[in-house]
C-alpha cells in the first residue's frame, strides 16, 4: 500500500469517531436553532414597550410609542393548556357599541382536537364576536350577524398572523396577511360587549361558564374599534410578531402576553392571566416574513 493511502487510513481510523461526533452534535444544535440568527438576536423585556396616553385611557391626544419599539421580537410568550388556561378581560367598555372592529394574533397551536378560541367578546345575551382556529385547521371569525371560515390549513406546531376585521356590512379573516375568507352581512357588530377572553370564550361574568380554550401559545394580540383594510392587515404580518400597532387612534387594546397579560395601549385593559404560563424557548417554530 503506497505510503501516503497508508497515511490516509490511519488519519481515518484515528479521528474518524471524532469527525463524527462532531458533525452529530452540529446538527442537534442545528435542529435546536442555536445557529438561528432569531434565536441569539436581543428579545425585549416585559414591558419595554408601550403605548403612552398623557392625557389618560380613553384619550387620543399626544399619544406616542414610548420604551425600545424597533420591532424586537418579545422575550416570551404565553403558553395556554386547554381547559382553564385562558386570559381574563372582563373591563366593562373595552368594545362599547362598536359598528366596526378589527382583531389580530399571532398563534401557534398544539392541539386538533376541537376548536382553538384566540380571542372572544360577549355581550350577555349573545355570542358576540370570535376569532378561532378549528378543530379542521381552519381559521373562523363570527359576530352575531354572521361567520367566515377560511380557506387554507393552520398546521400545528408553526406560528401564523390570524386577524379579523367585523362590520359593517361584511366580516373578512386574514392568515399570514392575505384574505383567506369574506362574507357579507346585514349589520356590524354595534353593541356593548362586556366579557373578554384571549384563549377561551365565556358567557358568563368574570371568566365563567368557558369552553373553546386553546392549546398552543399566543402573542400580540391588537384589538381595534374599526376595519382595518387588506393593506394594514399586511403591513402587520410583514412587522412580524413582534410589530408594533398600525393605528394608534383606533386602537383599544394590545396585549403583547410578553411575561403578563397587561394592556400596553394605554386604556388598562389588563388582563387577569389564569392556568397559562411563559416561554422564551419559541422562536425554532417561527419564521419572520
Not at 452534535?25 to 414597550?49: A, M, R
Not at 378543530?135 to 350577524?145: E, F, K, R, T, Y
Amino acid at each position: 500500500m503506497p505510503m501516503k493511502m497508508q497515511s490516509a487510513m490511519e488519519y481515518l481510523t484515528t479521528y474518524g469517531w471524532a469527525i463524527l461526533v462532531i458533525a452529530l452534535v452540529v446538527g442537534v444544535l442545528y435542529s435546536l436553532g442555536v445557529f438561528n440568527s432569531i434565536v441569539q438576536s436581543p428579545k425585549l423585556q416585559p414591558g419595554g414597550c408601550f403605548v403612552d396616553r398623557p392625557n389618560g385611557p380613553g384619550t387620543n391626544q399626544f399619544m406616542s410609542l414610548e420604551g425600545t419599539c424597533t420591532d424586537e421580537l418579545p422575550e416570551y410568550v404565553m403558553v395556554f393548556y386547554g381547559s382553564n388556561s385562558f386570559v381574563d378581560i372582563s373591563n366593562y367598555g373595552v368594545i362599547d357599541s362598536a359598528s366596526s372592529l378589527t382583531v389580530s394574533a399571532w398563534v401557534e397551536t398544539s392541539s386538533s382536537s376541537s376548536s382553538q378560541m384566540i380571542f372572544s367578546s360577549d355581550s350577555g345575551s349573545s355570542n358576540g364576536i370570535e376569532l378561532y382556529v378549528s378543530a379542521s385547521g381552519n381559521a373562523v371569525a363570527l359576530d352575531d350577524a354572521g361567520s367566515v371560515t377560511g380557506s387554507g390549513t393552520i398546521n400545528n406546531g408553526k406560528w401564523y398572523d390570524v386577524a379579523a376585521a367585523y362590520g359593517p356590512n361584511s366580516i373578512s379573516v386574514y392568515v399570514d396577511g392575505s384574505l383567506v375568507g369574506n362574507v357579507a352581512e346585514s349589520e356590524g357588530p354595534a353593541q356593548a360587549f362586556l366579557d373578554n377572553q384571549i384563549g377561551a370564550s365565556c358567557t358568563g361574568a368574570y371568566g365563567t361558564s368557558c369552553s373553546n380554550y386553546f392549546h398552543g401559545e399566543i402573542s400580540n394580540v391588537q384589538l381595534y374599534n374599526t376595519t382595518l383594510p387588506s393593506s394594514t392587515e399586511l403591513l402587520l404580518y410583514q412587522e412580524g410578531l413582534g410589530g408594533v400597532p398600525n393605528d394608534f387612534l383606533n386602537l383599544v387594546g394590545w396585549w403583547m402576553l410578553n411575561g403578563n397579560g397587561d394592556d400596553y395601549s394605554g386604556d388598562s385593559f389588563n388582563g387577569n392571566s389564569i392556568g397559562v404560563s411563559y416561554t422564551g424557548e419559541w422562536t425554532s417554530t417561527y419564521t419572520a416574513p
